[in-house]
């Protein structure tokens, strides 16, 4: 069988091309499986998961569930909100009291970046980062690059924009290491006050004007704003952003090819995003969706393998 090079999956940063590659493999065959009447394979039938959510999350917590089931794992989910959190206990004390009810591969999600390695550094379980903070949202990436080559046949030499608020966005972090390991060229899109000012680091372009960012790419990853993550206003008004960011179906009607168009979740319809191009069959939104059960059992999967069964 083909193995990852990590143990953990904390970033894309830390995978190579292989395993991109290998995960997607994976994922094609769990996605036939996903679509038979009975959607379940025995894989994991040995193995205990815990997803941990110290943060909000609708797609990535349900999605985790639900590929994690269909491998026929068994599964606890901790929601910080309702557990002892409340009450002052750490990270790693919560999991370890997890753990020690053999429970063998952690899914979590934190408001801290880097929590996810922290928590692999210290515990006997795989760890599988679903967001950390800022950071990194390595499924979320996968998926989206999945969703690509599903569409356009392949990543490589495609060119993708990310549109919005680059700044707070781990989707835009992991997204971009992932379609550089793909082959992909990047661009970043948005106000100059959210793009990052170690943005020319990454390898990747910069254009501040919708309208050429959009002449020039294959697709574009359109992210939501993140007024949660905001300390401060990086913009005059919601409505001053949509009229130079949010997607609109005039907009792409003016271009001279046909986009993909992306969306992580959860949208802010229209702020980046009018529910005319949501829903327009240019949107791959919900194919993304479909696509993250596939590519969340795969990593599951392959990161099982390295499990002892006593
Ligand atoms: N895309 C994403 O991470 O969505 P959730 O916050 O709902 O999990």
Redesign the pocket.
């Known amino acids: 069988m083909d193995s990852l090079s990590v143990e953990h999956l904390t970033g894309i940063k830390d995978l190579t091309k292989k395993d991109i590659e290998i995960i997607f493999k994976t994922a094609d065959a769990f996605k036939e499986v996903i679509n038979r009447p009975i959607k379940k394979v025995p894989s994991l039938r040995d193995i205990t998961i815990a997803n941990l959510f110290f ?7 349900l ?1 985790f569930e639900l590929a994690e089931k269909r491998l026929s794992a068994d599964v606890v989910n901790f929601s910080a909100a309702s557990s002892s959190v409340k009450k002052g206990e750490t990270l790693i004390d919560t999991v370890n009291n997890i753990l020690s009810m053999k429970v063998d591969m952690v899914v979590m ?1 934190h408001p801290n970046p880097g929590a996810a390695k922290f928590l692999s550094e210290r515990v006997d379980a795989k760890v599988i980062n ?2 950390d903070g800022t950071h990194e ?1 390595p499924t ?1 990436a996968l998926l989206d690059s999945y969703s690509i080559r599903e569409r356009l046949g392949s990543v490589d030499g495609k060119k993708v924009v990310i549109v919005g608020d680059i700044l707070h966005s781990r ?1 835009a972090l992991s997204n971009i290491y992932c379609l550089q390991k793909l082959g992909a060229e990047v661009m970043v899109c948005g106000p100059t006050t959210l793009i990052p000012k170690y943005i020319d680091a990454l390898g990747v372009k910069v254009e501040h004007d919708l309208r050429k960012a959009l002449e020039w790419c294959d697709v574009a990853n359109m992210l939501r704003i993140q007024l949660e993550r905001q300390d401060m206003k990086y913009f005059p008004s919601l409505r001053e952003y949509s009229m130079q960011y949010g997607l609109t179906k005039d907009i792409l009607d003016e271009l001279s090819k046909e986009l993909v168009v992306m969306h ?3 949208i802010n319809r229209g702020v980046e995003i009018t529910s005319e191009v949501a829903d327009s069959d240019q949107a791959i939104i919900l194919d993304q969706v479909e696509n993250g059960v596939a590519v969340r059992m795969a990593v599951v999967y392959l990161l099982a393998a390295g499990i002892k069964r006593e």
């Open positions: 943060e909000n999350s609708t797609r990535t917590r999605s999600r679903a967001g949202h979320q989707v992580p979740g959860p």
